[in-house]
């Protein structure tokens, strides 16, 4: 459905987000771990 891709879009954003920012260093791999983990947990709700 439509709902689904949006929602699949925006968690690929966040990922994306999430990994332009450790790789320019904004945060640590610790960091980068918990945002990941979150993004995951929040998905299973």
Known sequence: SNDKLLKTIAIQ???DNLGERYYD????AM???DG???IVAKRKK
């Not at 260093?25 to 640590?28: A, D, E, F, S, T």
């Open 13 to 15: 954003r966040r990922i």
């Open 31 to 33: 960091e980068y771990l």
């Open 25 to 28: 260093g904004v945060i640590n």
């Open 36 to 38: 990941l983990s979150f």
